[in-house]
T-cell receptor, first 116, second 115 residues
Framework: EAGVTQFPSHSVIEKGQTVTLRCDPISGHDNLYWYRRVMGKEIKFLLHFVKESKQDESGMPNNRFLAERTGGTYSTLKVQPAELEDSGVYFC??????????????FGPGTRLLVL | AQTVTQSQPEMSVQEAETVTLSCTYDTSESDYYLFWYKQPPSRQMILVIRQEAYKQQNATENRFSVNFQKAAKSFSLKISDSQLGDAAMYFCAYRSAQGAQKLVFGQGTRLTINP
């Protein structure tokens, strides 16, 4: 079974530009999460999809961030326009839909974003 | 809101020795889950061990075990017989048993294994 994949692995952009990150969850996983780790700090939750619906987007920092999950499969996270403080590692995770007691979130390798 | 604190940014241990990574958390909930995730250099984060708060017995997974102290809100990870492959960033995480399924992470502890 293929794991969670993310593309690109690295991205370097200038302030004001747009960047789109992509996450492909494990096949059959209804839950998809986005997290972010700013350098040296804790990993923070951004949002949670159940299939194509946003279940919880309480962690999205501002309206420069737009997440979509087309057809309940892969997801994209667009940052437009990017600011210096958006630099960090963006993680995607997925899990099967089920009771919370049995849920395990499987993480992708992350996308390292650097905004100059 | 729940918070997770890892007070040790870096730890090191000699190969074959035992090391304990600390984690404390704050919550008003009585039912929740705690996790330790491991992220090796340039590799994906993987789940090491989980603990369900309603279970008094400490979870174990081969060389990995936890010391779960619910009253003290402490959840430390013990790695026995440390191996070079254990070198990684270790994250402690909390998840509520009700409502939101998001993970709340600590800052991480970088573990180095000395040969």
């Amino acid at each position: 079974e293929a794991g969670v994949t993310q593309f690109p692995s690295h991205s370097v952009i200038e302030k004001g530009q747009t960047v789109t990150l992509r996450c492909d969850p494990i096949s059959g996983h209804d839950n998809l999460y986005w997290y972010r780790r700013v350098m040296g700090k804790e990993i923070k939750f951004l949002l949670h999809f159940v299939k194509e619906s946003k279940q919880d987007e309480s962690g999205m920092p501002n309206n420069r961030f737009l997440a979509e999950r087309t057809g309940g499969t892969y997801s994209t996270l667009k940052v437009q326009p990017a600011e210096l403080e958006d630099s960090g590692v963006y993680f995607c995770a997925s899990s099967r839909f089920g009771t919370a007691r049995r849920e395990t979130q499987y993480f992708g390798p992350g996308t390292r974003l650097l905004v100059l | 809101a729940q918070t997770v604190t890892q007070s040790q940014p870096e730890m090191s241990v000699q190969e074959a020795e035992t090391v304990t990574l600390s984690c404390t958390y704050d919550t008003s909930e009585s039912d929740y889950y705690l996790f330790w995730y491991k992220q090796p250099p340039s590799r994906q984060m993987i789940l090491v061990i989980r603990q369900e708060a309603y279970k008094q017995q400490n979870a174990t997974e081969n060389r990995f075990s936890v010391n779960f102290q619910k009253a003290a809100k402490s959840f430390s990870l013990k790695i026995s017989d440390s191996q070079l492959g254990d070198a990684a960033m270790y994250f402690c995480a909390y998840r509520s048993a009700q409502g939101a399924q998001k993970l709340v992470f600590g800052q991480g502890t970088r573990l180095t294994i000395n040969p």
